[in-house]
């Protein structure tokens, strides 16, 4: 019988996430993001009972450049994406590639007891979690 290794999301998720508050503004998050090295930001929920929410580079691209907005007069808020899909980190990985792949998802907040402890990626589940079972 042929013993697959289970790995789950949480032995190849990024721990390192950056985390914006939504009033803040676009100018802010590219700032953030060339700070932190990444294209991706955990917008905080409002309350307990809100939802997370992200920004991604490409958000920017289309919502803001691409209609010739001002970042510094776009709030994160205003062209975010929520709520997000998030995964269990106690996810088999193979599942979560089948997540990513249902969805079109470039990223997926790793959420445990209501806290975002990580963050998935494509690059994640294929470089290090594919690595992994070899």
């Given at each position: 019988?042929?013993?697959?290794?289970?790995i789950q999301v949480r032995?190849?998720?990024?721990?390192?996430?950056?985390?914006?508050?939504?009033?803040?503004?676009?100018?802010?998050?590219?700032?953030?993001?060339?700070?932190?090295?990444t294209t991706v930001l955990?917008?905080?929920?409002?309350?307990?009972?809100?939802?997370?929410?992200?920004?991604?580079?490409?958000?920017?691209?289309?919502?803001?450049?691409?209609?010739?907005?001002?970042?510094?007069?776009?709030?994160?808020?205003?062209?975010?994406?929520?709520?997000?899909?998030?995964?269990?980190?106690?996810?088999?990985?193979?599942?979560?590639?089948?997540?990513?792949?249902?969805?079109?998802?470039?990223?997926?907040?790793?959420?445990?007891?209501?806290?975002?402890?990580?963050?998935?990626?494509?690059?994640?589940?294929?470089?290090?979690?594919?690595?992994?079972?070899?």
């Amino acid at each position: 019988m042929d013993e697959t290794k289970l790995i789950q999301v949480r032995d190849v998720m990024k721990t390192d996430v950056a985390i914006i508050d939504g009033l803040r503004t676009v100018s802010e998050g590219l700032d953030m993001m060339r700070d932190r090295g990444t294209t991706v930001l955990i917008v905080k929920k409002r309350s307990e009972n809100d939802e997370y929410g992200m920004l991604l580079i490409t958000d920017i691209a289309r919502q803001v450049l691409a209609e010739g907005r001002a970042p510094d007069r776009v709030n994160v808020y205003e062209i975010m994406s929520k709520p997000v899909v998030t995964v269990d980190p106690n996810m088999d990985i193979r599942y979560c590639a089948r997540l990513f792949v249902k969805y079109n998802l470039v990223r997926a907040p790793v959420v445990e007891a209501g806290q975002i402890i990580g963050m998935m990626s494509p690059y994640g589940l294929v470089m290090e979690g594919m690595t992994q079972m070899a």
